[in-house]
């Protein structure tokens, strides 16, 4: 069983950064292979959609939206932990971010991500 805590969301305005955080207890993740960890999000009234994803050796892919701007990274010598780092947020990342882990996929489709987290909310104002 693995268990997902996501954290560091808060209100914000249009233009500032944040770090997003993921971490992972019970299974070690890094002992499961291979892996894929994501990052999704959903809008009021909107379906839950990809935003990043990576891999265990860093392969990283982005949803055309928040490329450029969104970072994910593993933790190094730590924690079970992946980040998102957003930059330049916009109001329209406004959204519930959940954090995701797949066994056995490297991937944007949400249906083969097998635990998630219970979300942070992200609120950029304008």
């Known amino acids: 069983q693995v268990q997902l805590v996501e954290s560091g969301g808060r209100l914000l305005r249009a233009g500032d950064s944040l770090r997003l955080s993921c971490l992972g207890s019970g299974r070690t993740l890094s002992t499961l292979t291979p892996y894929g960890m994501g990052w999704f999000r959903q809008a009021p009234g909107k379906a839950r959609e990809f935003v990043a994803a990576i891999n265990r050796g860093d392969m990283t892919y982005y949803a055309d939206s928040v490329k450029g701007r969104f970072t994910i990274y593993n933790a190094k010598n730590g924690p079970n932990a992946v980040y998102l780092q957003m930059n330049t947020l916009k109001p329209e990342d406004t959204a519930v971010y959940y954090c995701?882990?797949?066994?056995?996929?490297?991937?944007?489709?949400?249906?083969?991500?097998?635990?998630w987290g219970q979300g942070t909310q992200v609120t950029v104002s304008s």
């Open positions: 995701a882990y797949s066994a056995s996929y490297f991937t944007s489709n949400q249906d083969r991500y097998d635990y």
